[in-house]
């Protein structure tokens, strides 16, 4: 039959119906047809089979096609396929027109491939693609083109122009790049040219996303971009996409000499993102931050390991309970990985409270979707009576601040902070603290309390801040001290006091004078309590001095006007419960 085929004969025409076609490729890469020689006796070459018959009409109906590598899970299944051909002259390749038509073509390399159709036509060493269509991974593709044919000697030089409609990126990148199973979702259109010759091939993309999913969490919406392919190299001439209220512009390069790991290098220009609507994207709280971002990041990496660095600014961003940051500088590292994210801020600054805020953060979002945080904070000219009213709700202290912060914790769950602070206060006064008003009471010019210094440190852990040192100091006039704690839940406090007063203030209390004991030649000093909340503070301190001032002494001075309490009024009860209410 072989030394028959190598004759040339005319077919009037070949019709297989149905018919099943079975290929096995060997391990040494020959099949189990006789499509090549043996041993031509030079070695190992072999000699391709020439199959030189001219056929007027050739079809294959309904047909199913598999093939196997033996030993490996690679397949490929075509099922119900039906071509028709005309074969003309005997040539190295014949000249033919071609009309195929493919049900669908199943395989383990790629996506399914469905209603295939295509028109091409051969003659004189050339071929035209008329027009080929297919239904792959959601969407379609049409492709025209022209090629010259392959020789022994020089591999086959083509042009083509592709239209890809509605292909679902998660699909279709999840065949070549496992890692990006639910990465990406959305549906991707592009027009392509294509010009080269064998695997050397360069191309022109110009694509659009409509609306893109980043790990069921990120919506990025209208992504457009050229790239330029050469070699299995990219260039991104120009890529634009809009992303949490705001916009994105970038540019990069990249390789697919790995297909299943291609790598990138981006450079992005990011303007007016909307922090709430990232925040709620990122499973946060919106109002954690409201304001607006912009800035450079540079990405590197592939689809499963990122590195990116850059600068976020802002004019302006409102805090959660702490109010209003201006002039905000980041600069930042990141890595992005499938399972974390991690944030690192080296040297971050800001105005707020009339000063400045300079520090560094760590920010991991792990498995659990929670950020897991540090920061180390310093304080410079701080107004302490606008962090008070913001913080506190009250502004019972003001002065310039001083000090650092550094905190530790978990999302926006308070029970989790750990940390410390360490506070200066200067140059301030005191003014409407529940503590100072009752002093004001004997002596109107404690009303106002300027001070010299105040003082707080404290450790933070387990829900609480653990205060170490609290301190007030006026060395004309009184020294206040404290140490305690404060509940992060709801702000109360428990703090054991003790103050100093000038001796020769305190004598001039009588009412009071005697629950003062004198510590040294001109300080005298009581114990008290502070309790209550932050906002609103409370102390067993006037019933301390109410409890002096309803000695026996002062009820011989106010006391026996017998006359007066009948009428409904004045006493010692009534004077006291004046004051002390």
Same mark, same amino acid.
């Given at each position: ?82 071509i028709r051909l005309k074969i003309h002259s005997i040539n190295s390749f014949p ?13 383990t390399m790629i996506s399914p491939i469905k209603d295939i159709k295509a028109n ?179 990405a590197s990496g592939n689809i499963s390991d990122i590195k990116a660095d850059g ?72 107004? &302490? ?7 506190? =709700? $009250?502004?019972?202290? *003001?002065?310039? @601040?001083?000090? #650092?912060? !550094? +905190? ?45 210094? &105040? ?7 387990? =829900? $609480?801040?653990?205060? *170490?040192?609290? @301190?007030?100091? #006026?060395? !004309? +006039? ?104």
């Open positions: 039959l072989y030394g028959l085929l190598r004759r040339n004969f005319r077919i009037e025409e070949i019709q297989l119906v149905r018919p099943d076609i079975n290929l096995l490729q060997k391990d040494d890469g020959t099949w189990n047809l006789p499509i090549t020689s043996s041993d031509n006796g030079a070695g190992s070459s072999k000699e391709a089979m020439m199959l030189p018959f001219i056929a007027d009409n050739v079809q294959i109906i309904d047909g199913n096609l598999t093939w196997a590598k033996v030993g490996e899970t690679t397949s490929l299944s075509i099922q119900n396929f039906t000249n033919m027109d071609l009309n195929l038509s493919v049900g669908e073509m199943d395989s091409l036509k051969t003659s004189e060493g050339l071929a035209s693609l008329d027009n080929l269509s297919l239904n792959i991974s959601g969407g379609s593709i049409e492709m025209k083109g022209d090629s010259t044919l392959p020789s022994k000697d020089k591999d086959a030089e083509y042009t083509a122009t592709i239209s890809v409609k509605n292909i679902d990126l998660e699909t279709l990148i999840s065949q070549f790049v496992p890692e990006a199973k639910e990465l990406l979702k959305g549906v991707v259109d592009a027009d392509i040219t294509i010009k080269g010759q064998g695997f050397d091939a360069k191309a022109d993309i110009k694509f659009s996303i409509p609306s893109l999913l980043v790990q069921d969490k990120i919506k990025i919406e209208q992504v457009k971009g050229n790239i330029n392919y050469a070699d299995f190299d990219f260039i991104i001439s120009d890529i634009t996409m809009n992303v949490f209220g705001g916009n994105v512009v970038g540019k990069g390069t990249g390789t697919l000499a790995n297909i299943s790991n291609p790598e990138f290098n981006l450079a992005f220009n990011v303007n007016n993102i909307d922090t709430g609507i990232a925040l709620t994207a990122l499973g946060q709280d919106a109002l954690l931050a409201q304001g607006k971002l912009s800035g450079n990041i540079n600068k976020i600014s802002s004019d302006k961003l409102n805090i959660k309970k702490m109010g209003d940051l201006t002039d905000i500088t980041a600069p930042f590292r990141a890595t992005i990985t499938k399972q974390d994210k991690e944030v690192n801020i080296d040297n971050f600054s800001a105005k707020i409270y009339g000063g400045s805020v300079e520090g560094k953060a760590n920010i991991i979002f792990g498995k659990d979707g929670q950020p897991h945080f540090s920061t180390t904070l310093n304080l410079s000219g701080l107004e &302490a009576g606008n962090a008070l009213k913001q913080l506190a =709700g $009250k502004a019972f202290l *003001t002065g310039k @601040t001083e000090g #650092n912060i !550094q +905190l530790a914790g978990q999302g926006t769950d308070i029970n989790t902070l750990t940390g410390s602070t360490d506070i200066i206060f200067k140059n301030g006064k005191l003014a409407t603290h529940p503590i100072q008003n009752l002093l004001s009471v004997f002596i109107p010019a404690l009303k106002t309390i300027n001070f010299v210094a &105040a003082k707080f440190l404290s450790t933070i852990g387990d =829900g $609480k801040v653990n205060i *170490t040192t609290a @301190t007030l100091e #006026n060395p !004309q +006039l009184l020294m206040y001290y404290g140490k305690g704690q404060m509940k992060l839940s709801n702000q109360k406090l428990a703090i054991p006091s003790h103050l100093l007063m000038r001796c020769d203030m305190v004598a001039k209390m009588p009412l009071v004078s005697g629950a003062f004991v004198r510590e040294d030649e001109n300080w005298c000093g009581i114990d008290f309590n502070i309790l209550g909340t932050l906002s609103n503070p409370k102390s067993d301190l006037g019933d301390k001095l109410k409890g002096q001032a309803i000695g026996s002494a002062i009820e011989q001075i106010f006391g026996g006007d017998k006359d007066k309490e009948d009428k409904g009024g004045g006493g010692i009860g009534d004077l006291l419960e004046g004051i002390f209410k």
